[in-house]
């Protein structure tokens, strides 16, 4: 009996653990299992011919939210050219309500509800046996006209189930894609939103099986590892043991966990500050709202000021990126509220600010109590609310347009100066910043076309010269580090006109090739001459000094009880706003205009002018391209 495995990922690089789990159970009984795994972007008649080629008995598809309607077109055609093949449905969009699926979709003979591994091989032996289906515990399935779900099975005991990471198969492909872990099944809230919330309690992987399944990932060259813990930090000594061993063996892969920040104790954020690899950590915070009543009635605990204690103490680190998550149109969250939301969150500006919008999953406590609420939401996946008895579908679009602009021009991190710029110095908030400029992008059409990356900066420019902003040679200076920075090699054009002539670029390229320690010793020591400098530098006359502005937007903001405590002042010049892509230096002269405007800041001068010495003199900007192994952009500055 043949038997495929098959599910459609989001991306090529995603790959599917759940496809896996269920081959390693079964396949020491049954030989000839394939694993197929495609994206929600194939066309359906090349999956459709994939499969057909391959001559299953059995067909498995593992269902989420973002492929289910594809699946249940596959499975249509599949039975008109396969009628005899047997199609089996898991995954958690078909576990709560399987009836549903099966009355739906007449090709779909099998859903297994819940863990699927015991489950989805008791199934095989009594397909290929007695068929017997009434034995299955957790499946549904078609008797004749009737269709009938069978009694839950028991969860598994983790250490039962046999490794899914250990396929011969998966070896070249492990660099190129994400690889999904799981150390435990299970999550210890009740969020009304949220699928985990359905199972109680956590259960766990043995820890030493965890480490030699990761080692040996590691080791053949898995570069990224997503752990798919509802709550990676729920056990502390777990936690940490497992920090540590990946500290000590990561070799340069990086690791994404979800976190609950409000619980991180401190003993635990000491021992990251002090010894997570820059770069090798990457944390997903879901905050989701910060309106008290909101979090109450989703049943939602979260002590906001213990949450964001620990994203900013993770943010002085500087060693681990985090991504946090707000969910639009909860209960009693309308549009003001959720501005208040959104500019509490943004204070901490992390890495990456996720917004998404409420989605009515199936078998989730809030769809149950959707007409509470008045919720309006589509009636196929994703289950998106279009209202709420709070929040018109005229707010939803505006902040459609603001999620748009969001993840073009902060989650990008493309414009990382000049964003921070605009919304600690120029706009009320940074709420107000990203919705008046996704108004204007909606305005004017753009998202009906595509974007080159100049685009991004011609628009932001357009935008802000239409709205009469001030300082706009502040902010143009910094759109142009900005572009500088966003490119590796060496950029062939650019999108402003106001370019230094030939004759004072020469002039400045002269006096850097003849004195390059002015820039850094390690271009002294590089000895270019004129002509090879040339291949690898860009020069631009800023009029303002730049190094008070960068000092305005350095180090951390955040307007709760920890702002002193987090902000610490970088070094002179550095980029310390966003240090994971970007260096910078301050050449000769700077450092004691520096601590002049660090002083004028300590005094109290910047709160009418926040970057005092700025319009004192100008500043030439130095970008170059192709100095070290990073292949990332370095400025340095020189005063004029």
């Not at 709560?96 to 979709?105: D, F, I, T």
Request: aromatic fraction near 12%; proline fraction near 5%.
């Amino acid at each position: 009996m043949r038997i495929i495995l098959a599910t459609l990922n989001a991306k090529y690089i995603h790959t599917s653990l759940a496809i896996r789990l269920l081959k390693a159970y079964s396949e020491h009984e049954f030989k000839d299992i394939l694993l197929a795994e495609y994206t929600i972007k194939d066309p359906a008649m090349n999956i459709v011919s994939d499969l057909f080629q391959k001559q299953p008995d059995v067909i498995g598809f593992s269902c989420y939210i973002w492929n289910i309607e594809e699946t249940i077109k596959l499975v249509g055609i599949l039975k008109q050219v396969m009628p005899e093949v047997k199609i089996v449905l898991g995954g958690p969009e078909v576990s709560y309500e399987p009836l549903y699926w099966m009355k739906r979709e007449a090709g779909v003979d099998f859903v297994v509800n819940g863990d699927g591994e015991e489950t989805f091989h008791h199934l095989l032996q009594e397909i290929r046996d007695e068929h017997k289906y009434h034995f299955v515990y957790g499946a549904a399935y078609r008797k004749g006209e009737e269709l009938i779900v069978n009694p839950p099975r028991p969860k598994s005991d983790l250490n039962t189930l046999p490794t899914p990471h250990r396929f011969a198969e998966d070896l070249p492909e492990l660099s190129k894609r994400i690889v999904y872990f799981e150390t435990s099944r299970g999550c210890p809230f009740n969020c009304q939103f949220c699928l985990s919330s359905i199972e109680v309690g956590v259960r766990y992987y043995d820890i030493e099986r965890v480490k030699s399944d990761l080692l040996y990932l590691i080791e053949g060259g898995a570069k990224v590892i997503k752990f798919l813990d509802r709550t990676f930090n729920i056990n502390r000594n777990y936690a940490m043991e497992m920090f540590q061993f990946l500290i000590d063996n990561h070799q340069g892969c990086v690791f994404q966990f979800e976190i609950t920040a409000d619980i991180m104790r401190p003993e635990v954020l000491d021992f990251l500050a002090q010894n997570a690899p820059p770069g090798v950590f990457r944390f997903e915070i879901g905050v989701q709202s910060t309106n008290d009543e909101t979090n109450e009635l989703v049943k939602r605990r979260q002590n906001f000021t213990k949450l964001s204690r620990t994203v900013m103490k993770i943010k002085a680190s500087g060693n681990i990126d985090q991504h946090l998550d707000l969910i639009a149109g909860l209960p009693m969250e309308d549009y003001a509220t959720f501005r208040k939301t959104f500019n509490d969150v943004f204070a901490m500006e992390p890495e990456e600010l996720q917004l998404g919008f409420l989605k009515m999953l199936r078998g989730t406590g809030l769809r149950a109590q959707a007409a509470k609420y008045d919720y309006t939401y589509m009636e196929h996946a994703p289950y998106e609310i279009l209202s709420s008895h709070v929040m018109p579908f005229a707010d939803i679009i505006r902040l459609k347009r603001l999620e748009d602009v969001l993840e073009k021009y902060w989650n990008s991190q493309r414009l990382a100066h000049s964003v921070k710029y605009l919304i600690r110095h120029v706009f009320p908030s940074p709420f107000d910043f990203f919705q008046e400029f996704g108004d204007y992008w909606e305005e004017r059409g753009w998202q009906k076309i595509g974007h080159q990356l100049e685009d991004l900066f011609t628009r932001l420019h357009d935008f802000l010269t239409d709205r009469g902003t001030a300082s706009m040679d502040i902010v143009t200076g910094l759109m142009k580090l900005d572009y500088f920075l966003a490119h590796k090699y060496k950029p062939r054009k650019i999108w402003w006109d106001d370019v230094l002539d030939k004759a004072e670029w020469a002039k400045h390229l002269k006096q850097i090739a003849s004195q390059p320690e002015r820039i850094s010793a390690k271009l002294a020591e590089a000895g270019l001459s004129e002509r090879e400098l040339q291949k690898f530098i860009v020069l631009d006359e800023l009029p303002f000094r730049l190094a008070p502005v960068l000092e305005s937007i350095s180090g951390l903001r955040y307007d709760g009880e920890l702002g002193a405590e987090a902000g610490a002042q970088p070094e002179a010049g550095a980029d310390a706003g966003d240090g994971r892509e970007l260096r910078g230096t301050v050449a000769e002269g700077e450092p004691a205009e520096l601590a002049v405007a660090v002083a004028e800041a300590e005094a109290g001068a910047v709160h009418n002018n926040p970057h005092p010495g700025a319009r004192d003199g100008r500043t030439l900007l130095v970008v170059l391209y192709q100095q070290d192994e990073s292949q990332r952009a370095q400025y340095y500055t020189l005063p004029l």
